[in-house]
């Protein structure tokens, strides 16, 4: 009888650029205030991917670069590159595929994923399934955006939530029962109407009215969204772990999707776990989409223990939502 394979994370990078943009800018910026700001959202600053010429891949292409670093391998041994975002440097060709061309990963193949908040989740999955087929050996899932390319700067109810940056998983196969053990994943279009951005797609296409409207930007409903999420997040999480007979002591980690404070808090309260078992970088990145999964697990890496339950969990724009069981392998 064959083993089961699953795939394990045998390494993490991330990547967050240097212009931290804070709460007291945005002060000057839009009508707003830093107490209003925290204690509403949590967030204190965002990393901004500044300058000219720039895009979602160049935040991917450091944090690969920093992922390929600890693991000890080079570029080319990647198998595929999966990339969770919403904001690809073009719609095409993919971020994934030209940010192969700039690492040198030059026997990969990859692809875009878009799922919004849940990207790294929904791409974590996906390239799971590859590693658990028995057909690729290295498949790298990166969570980027470059959300500061689709905020609108003179709207208080989203410029302060959003900002820029990237983590990666590297996943290999293993027999030993480490790695990504279970996953649900939900998608409901009809949130579209509470988040979306209304052109540049096929159903808008760009035109002058377009950009003087202001339709190329976030929009949110944000009170709606916020019910959906503190929900949508805390039932998928709870449904997780009682699926797998877990209890609150079985799980080491919650590694939430950074949206607000508020959703996050809620989420943990469900699941019956403490405060400190429960990964947050909100107040230094804000929320970075498809990067806040993956650059929780940058920033606690060191934390981490061989065997440790992790429970990821997010929801966002479609709305998409899920979370992933996974065990810490080393
Ligand atoms: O990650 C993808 C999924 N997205 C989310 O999960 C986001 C979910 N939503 C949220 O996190 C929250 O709804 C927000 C942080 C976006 C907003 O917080 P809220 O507590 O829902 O505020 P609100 O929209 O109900 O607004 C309350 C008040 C309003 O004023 P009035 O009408 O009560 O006078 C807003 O105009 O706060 C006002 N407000 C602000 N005040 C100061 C809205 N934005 C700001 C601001 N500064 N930046």
């Known amino acids: 009888m064959s083993e089961k394979i699953t795939a394990a994370i045998t390494a993490v990078g991330g990547f967050v ?17 830093d107490e209003w700001i925290r204690t509403r959202t949590g967030i204190e600053e965002r990393r901004i991917l500044t300058g000219q010429g720039v895009g979602t891949s160049d935040l991917v292409v450091p944090c690969v670069q920093n992922l390929l ?14 990339v969770g ?10 971020t994934a595929n030209l940010a192969c061309h700039k690492l040198g990963a030059k026997n990969a193949w990859g692809f875009d994923l878009a799922a919004a908040c849940s990207g790294f989740l929904y791409a974590l999955t996906t390239g799971a399934t590859l590693i658990e087929s028995g ?11 470059k959300m500061s390319s689709i905020v609108d700067y003179s709207d208080r109810a989203t410029c302060i939530i959003f900002g820029d940056g990237a983590g990666a998983v590297l996943l290999e196969p293993d027999t030993g029962g ?6 649900i994943l939900r998608s409901d279009g009809a949130g579209c109407q509470h988040l979306h951005m209304k052109a540049g797609g096929s159903l808008k296409p760009p035109s002058i009215e377009t950009v003087t409207n202001k339709e190329h930007y976030i929009y949110q409903e944000g009170q709606a969204v ?28 919650l590694v939430p999707h950074q ?27 804000g929320n970075t989409t498809a990067g806040t999964i993956p650059l929780c697990l940058w920033d606690w890496q060191e934390n981490l223990k061989k065997g440790d339950n992790l429970v990821l969990s997010a929801f966002g724009g479609g709305f998409t939502w899920g979370a992933t069981l996974l065990k810490w392998a080393y």
Not at 17 to 33: C, F, G, H, S
Not at 69 to 82: S, T, W
Not at 226 to 253: C, H, I, P
């Open 85 to 94: 975002t919403v904001t690809p440097d073009m719609f095409f060709p993919s």
């Open 69 to 82: 670093e600890k693991r000890g391998i080079g570029a080319e041994e990647i198998d595929c590159l999966i």
């Open 135 to 145: 057909r690729y050996k290295k498949v790298v899932v990166v969570g980027a955006d």
């Open 226 to 253: 916020f019910k959906y999420a503190v929900k949508g997040m805390a039932d998928v999480s709870y449904e997780l772990m009682q699926r797998n007979g877990l209890t609150a002591d079985d799980v080491a980690w």
């Open 178 to 183: 480490y790695g990504v053990l279970d996953s």
């Open 17 to 33: 650029p240097e212009y931290r943009l804070t709460n007291a800018a945005l002060v000057k910026m839009v009508d707003t205030n």
């Open 259 to 285: 949206a607000n404070k508020r959703i996050i808090d809620a989420t943990a309260e469900r699941m019956g776990l403490s405060r400190d078992k429960v990964m947050l970088n909100i107040q230094r990145y």
